[in-house]
């Protein structure tokens, strides 16, 4: 008699591993151990049927570009944030195509299940912003010639944009699915934790531009390390920084709001009744002489509060800044009320971790980037040195560039600040030939699919 373990789809292999831990039949590492990094990929993210999807790529491809999320989607084209969002309040599932993607075309992308664009690397704004909120994406399709309406199906895996609609195969919505990849996210340390404010944050003091980098490096690495021996490691770090770098830029918001808050003006209280709510519960105004005084006062008080009263001070800051100066001012307004919003929509979880520090890189108020309100989050290091370049320039730097290597070299010559796990994470992969493999490989994708 002979005995051999079955072969079981992906979604059988994962539902059996949870019943044998729920039977007490096996420990969860134990069947984390069993079950395949092949089986856990194909639970994870939706697919097309791989014969369909051949058929398709023979017949109706339009362009390949780089796949910078995987998933896979089918849905009609727009070419706005305005259009995306209001179809799919419609109910209607879009793509939004667009050249580039910006923090004003976040609304859209929110809304749409899948997002292509004609430019941008692996770290640009479209890519970033795609995968943490788990959608497909495909970034530098130049050759990519659509209209509004047209039907298309985006391929994150293999970077395919398909005319017309392909068949998705079926996705797996069992509980069991859903708890073992949480087992697995908390076995691996990538499981990300509510969003907060950390205030022990406010007593360090770094740069804007070294929390881009090793931000931007992280997300490069755990991108080109799949299915690699440094993919776990990867993986965690990724989340690390990332939580790291979203809940310092948090509080830092937080913090520049209460500052901007003392050119509010006390005779406004009969006209915008959120201003006396913010006097009376929150303590604005109070020792203004100064934006440090008027930092500290608001934060301390912050500090004590759960997490629903440090929302509604940031909801009540923005309708003030909203209402309470001419739109052609240098103080306040409407720019401040965006920069409020995006604290509020990472703490009440509408922006992830990852998505809301993409967005806040690029926020800007009045006069410049909103950077350098307090020395928890300065703009340079020194303003004399040659080194000490604007924050746009780096941002600017990781819009193209695809390869580990080819950013890390760019962003280093122009801001060289790394935490010592993420250098030490990427020596480890230059010294394993990790980086010019893929470099070298997506540098001749990217020539391939101009030609």
């Known amino acids: 008699l002979q005995v051999r373990n079955a072969k079981l789809a992906p979604e059988a292999a994962v539902t059996v591993a949870t019943h044998l831990v729920w039977d007490g039949r096996a420990s969860k590492d134990e069947v984390l151990a069993r079950v395949t990094a092949a089986q856990v990929e194909a639970v994870q993210n939706v697919r097309f049927e791989p014969s369909c999807l051949e058929q398709a790529i023979s017949n109706r491809l339009l362009t390949k570009g780089l796949p910078a999320s995987p998933g896979a989607a089918v849905g009609r084209v727009v070419t706005s944030s305005e259009a995306a969002a209001s179809a799919a309040s419609t109910g209607q599932k879009v793509v939004l195509v667009r050249p580039d993607t910006s923090p004003d075309d976040l609304p859209g992308m929110l809304a749409a299940i899948a997002i292509v664009t004609s430019s941008g690397g692996a770290t640009s704004h479209a890519a970033v912003v795609a995968r943490g909120l788990g959608k497909p994406a495909v970034v530098g399709c130049s050759a990519l010639s659509v209209a509004e309406g047209d039907f298309i199906s985006v391929d994150g895996y293999s970077g395919a944009v398909i005319s017309g609609e392909v068949q998705l195969a079926e996705v797996p919505h069992k509980k069991e699915v859903n708890l073992f990849l949480k087992w697995l996210a908390d076995a691996q340390g990538t499981r990300w934790p509510r969003p907060r404010l950390d205030f022990e944050t406010v007593k360090k003091s770094m740069t804007a531009g070294q929390l881009l980098n090793n931000f931007y490096l992280t997300d490069a690495i755990a991108r080109q390390t799949v299915k690699t021996a440094l993919e776990p490691e990867s993986r965690r770090l990724r989340t690390q920084v990332h939580v790291q770098v979203a809940e310092h830029i948090a509080t830092y918001l937080v913090l520049a709001v209460c500052g901007e808050l003392r050119y509010a003006q006390e005779s406004w209280r009969s006209s915008i009744p959120e201003l006396a709510e913010l006097l009376s519960d929150y303590k604005i105004l109070e020792k203004t ?50 920069i409020a919003r995006a604290a509020i929509a990472f703490l009440t979880g509408k922006l992830p971790h990852s998505v809301f520090a993409d967005h806040a890189f690029d926020l800007q108020h009045n006069n410049g980037s909103v950077f350098g309100k307090h020395q928890m989050l300065r703009r340079v290091d020194n303003p004399g040195d040659w080194r000490a370049l604007r924050l746009s320039q780096q941002l600017d730097a990781k819009k193209e560039l695809s390869g580990v290597k080819c950013l890390f070299e760019r962003l280093d010559a122009l801001q060289s600040e790394w935490l010592p796990e993420v250098l030490a994470l990427y020596r480890k992969g230059e010294k394993l030939g990790l980086w010019l493999k893929t470099d070298r490989t997506e540098a001749s994708r990217s020539a391939r699919d101009r030609v």
């Open 289 to 338: 002489d100064s934006r440090g005084a008027a930092q500290s006062t608001t934060m301390d008080l912050l500090a004590t509060l759960e997490q629903s009263k440090q929302v509604r001070f940031l909801q009540l800051s923005a309708t003030v800044f909203d209402k309470g100066w001419e739109a052609s001012t240098s103080i306040g307004g409407v720019r401040w009320g965006n």
